[in-house]
């Protein structure tokens, strides 16, 4: 073997040397480089004919992916830049992105030798994972020490370039075309791509609809999957019917906001509004603070209640607390209070805990999902623009949940806590932003000791309690027929991960991998496995999959024709005449495009865009332009038409106002307003009325 150098005295054209090196994994970005876990760090030796007996088809590729080994070996190519763009698009469609390696060159300072590598070829410098005063956190380990690779070398007797070594092994799995897009070498936009976004901006028995709910088929998959909890808020703003647009949300695995559908209401009535009625609801915790301060004015008595509503305590030490607070602050006779205290089952932790919410506690999922669907729906949108644009919205979240999608399936995170496999098994099982939940619980866990322990015929009971802290005592019941765990704090039911007491038994115990029994289906990597079925790389999937795959293909050949076809203006001419007629008759066969719209446009029968609500006012608005009478402004003081009080003949005021009156006068007339209760004057409660109503089941599945 010899060692690889900048130049060398002679190469023979039809032979091939052998390296000690594997490509360049030479100048890495500090901040990126890690090593991967549990990888071994030795590098296998590659003989020059690495057998592929797949010939191109392992590890999930495409299926339009034909050329197997012994074809690439015997290509040639004009220039190394073709074979570059050769290997990109073979590597975008077999799962992985390509870069180069080490150019060799002969004494002439002439290169005669081209490597293409895969991106996760090669090792991370471990300098770069004991450093200790990091200040951000480890981005995610992509380099693995993959060979696969490619390499093209000079004919002696001719210019072009032909393929001296293929490697096509990967020792990780390949990504689904899915994905592929997310890759950092194929996140880029196109000369062609930039050319279609300037020229977007440049371009410029009939019966009326009463109610309207709208939700697709991949939003009813997610409900399945994840509708054990349900969020809606029926405050968003109104459209150009004034009817009030309410959006039902929940929680995914990745701890994102997912849509289940929306719905237009035209009658707010208390019976429009009963969802679920045997579901287990939720008030929202910021609002009844906000009610508590307006209703009782005492900031002693928020804070107490804020305490009392989120103690993570038993019931009967937080009658202790109410009790207690009732007596401090006097508000016992309230009946705001009263009626507060009469729904304590959807506020108050000691009362909801082991029912599962997912973490909601607030109406600000519902409050940011409003924000983002202000970006796409507007007020004036009718019932076709705002389906339209509400799906795009939708889809907006739907491409921000595949990016997390990737990023949990795309490398490993770093290793920080002491208890190393637990970590693994977490990184393993866990969605990324799950993951580092219950790393944080697992690095708690150090804190909590186990004081007493109890074998039972079945099952054994553990009695943890917190360093220095004697009074905060939980028991973890591990069951060894079902090798499940349950603890008296019940945050496993509630939120669906284990709580330190269980991650402090199990340590205990020197278990290294998580139980079954503690891995939530809906928080897991392959929380969707059962609804998506078999990758559309191997076989055809959903029809929406399908259809964004052949679009992504077929639009990398559209890229390639519109770059040639635009260099000269009789070759644009042609193309563009072929494109249209081919289009036109594309869209008549289909039933789509132009014909589809002559038709849906000639067709005026059906259900008609529903009445207008009318707000409540004087009515001006629906009189005539010209009948209206000007309104003119009276003095303040005098009341005469025609000038203001600044300006009033009669001068200033007999009697002085005082300032601090008029403020607290207006404060008193804010307070008549607002201190009413949810079931009071509508016109004033229903613009207020903000309310998590939330699904809860129990995991019988955990």
């Keep these: 073997m010899s060692s690889c150098s900048r130049t060398i005295p002679g190469l023979d054209a039809s032979g091939e040397e052998n390296f000690d090196g594997f490509g360049d994994t030479g100048d890495i970005d500090a901040t990126e480089s890690l090593l991967d876990i549990g990888m071994e760090t030795e590098e296998e030796e590659l003989g020059e004919e690495s057998p592929n007996e797949e010939d191109g088809e392992q590890n999930g590729s495409a299926e339009h992916v034909v050329f197997g080994r012994a074809q690439i070996l015997e290509m040639e190519f004009a220039n190394p830049d073709e074979a570059c763009r050769f290997y990109e698009q073979y590597s975008r469609a077999k799962g992985f992105a390509m870069r180069q390696g080490k150019k060799l060159k002969n004494r002439k300072g002439e290169i005669v030798r081209y490597t293409y590598l895969c991106n996760r070829e090669g090792f991370r410098d471990r300098k770069w994972l004991e450093m200790q005063d990091r200040k951000r956190e480890h981005k995610v380990v992509t380099r693995c020490g993959c060979q696969a690779e490619m390499r093209i070398k000079q004919k002696a007797e001719s210019n072009n370039w032909y393929v001296s070594r293929f490697v096509d092994e990967h020792n990780h799995d390949l990504l689904p075309a899915k994905f592929v897009s997310y890759l950092p070498a194929y996140r880029k936009i196109s000369d062609v791509d930039r050319a279609h976004m300037e020229s977007l901006r440049q371009v410029g028995a009939e019966q009326n609809m009463c109610d309207l709910f709208w939700s697709d088929g991949r939003s009813q998959d997610d409900y399945k999957l994840f509708g054990d909890v349900l969020a809606f808020d029926a405050t968003y703003g109104r459209n150009k019917y004034n009817l009030p647009v309410i959006v039902f949300s929940g929680v995914n695995h990745h701890n994102q906001t997912c849509v289940f559908g929306a719905a237009m209401v035209s009658s707010e009535t208390q019976a429009s509004y009963e969802v679920f009625p045997e579901a287990h609801h939720r008030l929202c915790a910021w609002h009844l603070l906000k009610n508590a301060t307006v209703n009782v004015c005492k900031p002693r008595f928020t804070t107490l209640l804020r305490n009392c509503m989120l103690a993570d305590v038993e019931v009967e030490k937080f009658e202790r607390q109410w009790e207690a607070m009732m007596d401090e602050c006097l508000v016992r006779e309230v009946e705001w209070v009263k009626d507060l205290y009469t729904k304590k089952m959807a506020w108050a932790t000691a009362y909801i805990r082991g029912c599962f919410y997912a973490g909601l506690r607030t109406t600000s999922r519902c409050e940011s999902l409003h924000a983002k669907m202000g970006r796409f729906v507007e007020r004036r949108y009718g019932i076709l623009d705002f389906v339209t644009n509400f799906q795009r919205c939708v889809e907006f979240l739907r491409d921000n949940e595949e990016e997390l999608d990737f990023r949990s399936l795309y490398g490993s995170p770093v290793l920080q806590t002491q208890f190393p496999e637990l970590e693994k098994s977490g990184a393993v099982n866990y969605t990324r932003e799950i993951f580092l939940r219950f790393r944080e619980a697992l690095k708690s866990s150090v804190r909590v000791t186990i004081v007493e322990c109890k074998k039972l015929e079945d099952r054994t009971v553990y009695v943890t309690q917190k360093y220095r802290r004697p009074q905060s005592r939980w028991t973890v019941a591990h069951h060894f027929g079902t090798d499940s765990f349950f603890c008296s704090c019940m945050r496993m039911e509630s939120f669906g991960l284990p709580c330190v007491h269980i991650l402090a038994v199990l340590v205990q ?109 004087t009515g001006r608005a629906q009189e005539p332009f010209g009948c209206r009478g000007i309104k003119r402004r009276k003095c303040s003081n005098c009341g005469v038409v025609g000038h203001r009080r600044t300006r009033c003949p009669s001068g200033p005021c007999s009697q002085p106002v005082c300032t601090q009156d008029l403020a607290e006068g207006a404060l008193g007339r804010d307070d008549s307003q607002s201190h009413g209760t949810v079931s009071g004057n509508d016109k004033q409660s229903k613009s207020r009325r903000r309310t998590v109503h939330v699904t809860s089941t129990p995991l019988h599945d955990a």
């Design 509 to 617: 115990l020197d278990i290294g991998y998580l139980p079954k029994s503690l891995v939530l289906q809906r928080w897991s990597k392959t929380a969707k496995v059962e609804i998506e079925g078999p990758s559309i790389m191997n076989e055809p999937g959903e029809a929406n999959e399908v259809y964004r795959s052949r679009m992504g293909a077929f639009l990398q050949h559209c890229k390639r024709l519109a770059r040639v076809a635009c260099m000269r203006e009789s070759d644009f001419k042609s193309c563009l005449d072929r494109i249209v007629e081919e289009t036109y008759v594309l869209e008549m066969k289909n039933g789509v495009g132009t014909a589809a719209q002559g038709t849906a446009a000639g067709g005026q029968d059906g259900v008609r865009d529903p009445v207008a609500v009318r707000t409540k006012g």
